[in-house]
Structure formats: C-alpha cells, structure tokens
C-alpha cells in the first residue's frame, strides 16, 4: 500500500478567525500547517503518493506544499469546484489514483496521531472486509463526578474515557468500494451503512494517541498535549 488520499477540503467554520483566510488543515500548530504532522506521519510508513482532496482556499495549501518534494512525497491535488462532500471528495480522488486497484488510505487532514499505521493495514488485509475504520475511545468533554447511592460525591474524575467507541476518520478503502461511495455526500451516512448492513466494515480498536481539532479550545488543549510529550521525552533520564 503506497497511497493515500487526504480530505483537506474542510472550512472550519468553528475555527474562525483563525480560517478566514487559510483552510483548516492549515492552521498552525506549534510553528507548521497540522497537515504537515500526516504528511510526516504517512511518508514514515512509506506512503509517499498523496493525493490531497481540497476545495476551500485550496490555494494556500498547494503553494505551501508544492508538489510534495520537501517531505520525501509526490503530492497531487484534486480541487473541487463546488463542495462535494467528504464521500464525494474521496470518490473524486479516487479517479486519480496511480494503481486503481490497489487499496488506498483515506483519512481527515486536520486530526494528529501517532497510530502504528503497519498494525492497521495488516488487520484490514486479515479482515478481509472492503473498508475498515480506526476507532478511538470517546473521551467526555467535562470532568466527570463519581456519586454514591446515597448522594454522596465520591471522587471526580478530569475528562474520563468512557465505554464507547468513535470514528477516528481514519480508512483503508479497498478498490470495490469507489462504485458505493456518493458522487455528493458523506461516506459516513451514505456508504458506510450499507457496508455495515454487509458486514464489510470492520473497525480497528485503538488507545494510540489521536486528537481531532475542531475548536480554538480542541487546538490548545492538543498544542499543550504535545509540548508536554515533547518536554516529557526531552527531560526522560
């Protein structure tokens, strides 16, 4: 597996002021674009064919990134004239893709995660199924108060995990799934129904370090996650 497609079409309407003239994934944290942290990430597992699905400012990425040489990658960049979804964007993709029939990594451009991506490959080709899915615990967004049966506050517990799972945007996609993606609309409430009803969606459980940056407050909190990871490894004796 030698590529993959990346969904950097996002507005990141949430993210404003700081998307008023750049696209999400090019928001900066700590000094570099966050897409630049998956570009790293995929090139240190040999994907170096990238194809970058973008619409929304797209301008500001390609001049960045150029053609990719910088990072060790060959990148090409499918613009759409209107938005298309992120299904849509993917199936567009697709279409330029230098194997067609290989199977391909698709994932979000502005999420970070140091996931065993080798791991993840080898559990879509045991499964089998025509996608899989990384999914990640769901973390609760407030602390969380332990109470007894008798109304007493037993402890408190600072954003917890808790016993669910969630879509972590990260996909092998193999070649016989182009024909079931939406030529518009989200792969998420279109395709991925469908192949579950099939039983062709398989998920790939993990606790690998994933953040989603959706907010002003998801992008500080993951900036300080990763300096204290930096400073932690930087100091460790």
Request: include cysteine.
């Amino acid at each position: 597996m030698k590529s993959a497609i990346l969904i950097a079409g996002g507005k990141g309407e949430r993210l404003r002021p700081l998307t008023k003239d750049k696209p999400k994934a090019m928001i900066s944290l700590m000094g570099r674009p966050i897409m630049s942290y998956i570009l790293q990430w995929l090139e240190s597992y040999g994907i170096r064919d990238i194809i970058v699905s973008c619409g929304y400012l797209h301008e500001v990425i390609q001049e960045y990134f150029g053609d990719g040489r910088s990072y060790n990658l060959n990148l090409k960049y499918v613009i759409e004239d209107s938005p298309l979804g992120r299904g849509g964007g993917i199936k567009q993709a697709m279409k330029s893709l230098n194997d067609p029939g290989e199977s391909v990594i698709a994932l979000n451009a502005d999420a970070i995660t140091n996931l065993n991506l080798r791991e993840f490959i080898e559990f879509h080709k045991h499964n089998n199924g025509i996608a899989s899915l990384v999914s990640v615990p769901l973390v609760s967004s407030y602390g969380i108060v332990d109470i007894s049966h008798d109304n007493n506050v037993i402890t408190f517990r600072e954003k917890p995990e808790l016993p669910f799972w969630i879509n972590a945007g990260i996909y092998i996609f193999e070649r016989r799934i182009f024909d079931m993606l939406p030529d518009k609309g989200d792969h998420e409430t279109t395709t991925f129904p469908e192949l579950a009803r099939l039983k062709q969606l398989k998920a790939y459980k993990t606790k690998s370090f994933w953040r989603s940056i959706d907010t002003v407050k998801d992008l500080e909190e993951v900036r300080k996650e990763l300096e204290s990871l930096f400073f932690g490894s930087f100091f460790k004796v």
